[in-house]
């Protein structure tokens, strides 16, 4: 009985340090990715705050600066690394090319290639992507690539939209007329403004 217990205790030992060895392995793991990434927003005085990562891609930008999105792509042990001013951006789009593959009699897609698209407010700037798969050179399935291009597609929309809201709502104040912008700073400029009353005139008989 006390043989089955000593047992039964060395592999519950034995399986809870296997589980914390692991989880302190894949921190130091995340850690070490994330590094790579800060490090290049440091070079912009960027704080990264919202950040994902898959296999040999990095993106990642911050709260309070928002229209820099960086960008990190592994290809063959050398690094690409990509930085986007949103603020110059005037639009993006998800591509995804796919094939059809007939095995036996069902017929099936694959994904080679899943990228966001990015065009300039400057018509002589060419389209940018950024490549979160390709089946050239990354792993043959598809892991959480077309889940996070689109998770991201929504996350850069978003800033464009903020951005072009600003712009439109300056663009407002700058087309005021100058009599308008002067009634409204001399009505600032005397708050306490009194209505004069008109002088009374004596006359004698």
Not at 42 to 59: A, G, K, L
Not at 87 to 110: D, G, T
Not at 164 to 193: M, T
């Amino acid at each position: 009985m006390d043989s089955n217990i000593i047992s039964w205790s060395i592999v519950i030992l034995t399986t809870i340090s296997l589980i914390y060895y692991f989880k302190i392995r894949n921190r130091r793991k995340e850690q070490k990715i994330f590094s790579v990434l800060q490090s290049y927003a440091n070079e912009y005085n960027c704080i990264i705050t919202n950040y994902d990562h898959w296999y040999n891609c990095q993106i990642g930008m911050s709260d309070t600066n928002p229209e820099k999105l960086f960008f990190i792509r592994t290809i063959n042990n050398e690094e690409f690394k990509t930085i986007l001013n949103l603020s110059e951006v005037l639009s993006c789009r998800l591509v995804k090319q796919e094939r059809h593959v007939q095995i036996e009699k069902e017929v099936s897609s694959v994904i080679d290639r899943i990228e966001i698209v990015f065009s300039y407010k400057d018509k002589h700037k060419k389209d940018i992507a950024l490549e979160f798969y390709n089946s050239e050179y990354d792993q043959l399935t598809i892991w959480r690539e077309l889940e996070l291009a689109q998770k991201w597609l929504g996350i850069v929309k978003s800033v464009i939209v903020t951005n072009q809201i600003r712009v439109k709502e300056a663009g407002k104040v700058n087309l005021l007329p100058s009599s308008e912008i002067n009634k409204s700073l001399s009505k600032k400029s005397s708050p306490f403004h009194l209505k004069r009353k008109p002088k009374k005139t004596e006359m004698a008989f």
